[in-house]
């Protein structure tokens, strides 16, 4: 998404974009041509003794020599480095991905737990760095936004703007390819606890159990890999479930499903929703909270509770699939509904939020 907005930015008249990454690795080469994009070695890591690991020097040379007006942070390790050192012609803007558990206030019965008292100290830190360059906060849903009038002070609260993310719709919608005689499910995310993909292989179970003749891709790596290789050789899925790992042809496996399912614990947004619903994809999910801004129940999907049975989901799944006029309608509405996601209307209401925040500053200083 943000490789998306940069090249979409750079394309406006009057406007430069560069983008700042913290690791060299590079999982999207495929996106990143024509992107003006710099590796920076610098790092800030905090310590609750005291003994700061601290290197901005790099940081300090890249932000001098571009001079921006906007510096606008994704993930809390860019956030402690890009607020160490506050460069005060520029407005910064944080943008919410998710409900970053680091700023929220520490409970009285937590306070020994080391993580905890790190993320307190990191949070003291960050709010007076905020505090210094009159911070903008960039929510993503109506769940990240109430999250962040919960976690952040009152005098912060004012530069909250919803704005949810956005994808490139174009990349997406393809000619369906009907190479298998089989109900195609697909999912993609990390494999982790939250993204519960262990709940979806429930669920195939309990297709097959119902005579169902279904195949689930599931698109993405993490931790969890071993694991749910593991359940699926020991309840012999085999044959209908697949781990693909990490994949640059998200569009061409959506293309080749029928119906997308989800089932994260908490999702601040959902952008894989999105880009299932644009390539024409109705949308089972679970409840995780942002997701909720998403999903029109009985239109381009159905978002089911958290506490639902994966043999309820299942049955979902199939009431989907025999009903072929009903599919019909999500299909058609779920394309519809993703187009005002697109990536061109998203960047005039981003240009537009930099430019009240540079209006704002040049009132204060005037």
């Given amino acids: 998404m943000v490789l998306d907005t940069c090249r979409e930015l750079s394309q406006r008249e009057g406007i430069r974009c560069k983008l700042v990454v913290m690791y060299e690795e590079n999982e999207y080469p495929h996106l990143t041509r024509g992107v003006d994009i710099v590796f920076c070695n610098s790092r800030v890591l905090p310590s609750i ?9 790099h940081w300090k040379h890249i932000v001098q020599e571009f001079q921006p007006d906007i510096i606008h942070s994704h993930l809390f390790e860019a956030e402690i480095m890009s607020r160490y050192w506050i460069y005060s012609n ?66 912060l609260t004012k530069n909250i703007f919803l704005l949810p993310n956005a994808i490139n719709v174009s990349n997406f919608y393809k000619q369906k390819i009907n190479s298998s005689n089989k109900l195609e499910l697909v999912t993609i995310g990390t494999l982790n606890n939250n993204k519960n993909q262990v709940y979806l292989l429930e669920v195939m179970l309990n297709l097959k159990k119902l005579g169902i003749d279904a195949n689930l891709s599931i698109i993405g790596d993490g931790d969890q890999k071993s694991f749910l290789q593991e359940f699926i050789a020991r309840n012999e899925l085999n044959s209908q479930v697949k781990i ?38 109705p949308v089972i999910t679970l409840d995780g909270g942002g997701n909720r801004d998403l999903i029109e129940e009985g239109k381009n999907g159905y978002i089911l509770p958290q506490e639902t049975s994966p043999n309820a989901f299942a049955q979902k799944i199939i009431e989907l699939a025999k009903d072929k006029e009903l599919y019909t309608k999500f299909s058609e509405h779920a394309i519809k509904y993703a187009a005002q996601y697109d990536i061109k209307p998203y960047a005039d209401r981003l240009i537009l939020l930099y430019q009240k925040a540079l209006h704002e500053k040049n009132l204060i200083h005037s």
């Fill in 90 to 155: 520029a407005e910064y803007f944080t943008h919410g991905h998710s409900n970053m558990e680091q700023l929220s206030s520490i409970q009285l019965k937590n306070i020994f737990n080391k993580r905890n008292l790190t993320n307190y100290y990191e949070r003291e830190f960050l709010l007076k760095k905020y505090k210094e360059a009159g911070n903008y906060f960039i929510s993503i849903s109506k769940n990240t936004t109430s999250y962040f009038y919960k976690i952040l002070p009152k005098y």
């Fill in 49 to 57: 003794k005291g003994k700061w690991q601290i290197d901005i020097a």
């Fill in 244 to 281: 693909f790992g990490k994949q640059n042809d998200i569009p061409d496996f959506l293309s080749r499903a029928y119906i997308y399912i989800h089932a994260a614990k908490s999702e601040a947004f959902g952008l894989v929703l999105l880009e299932a619903m644009a390539s024409g994809l």
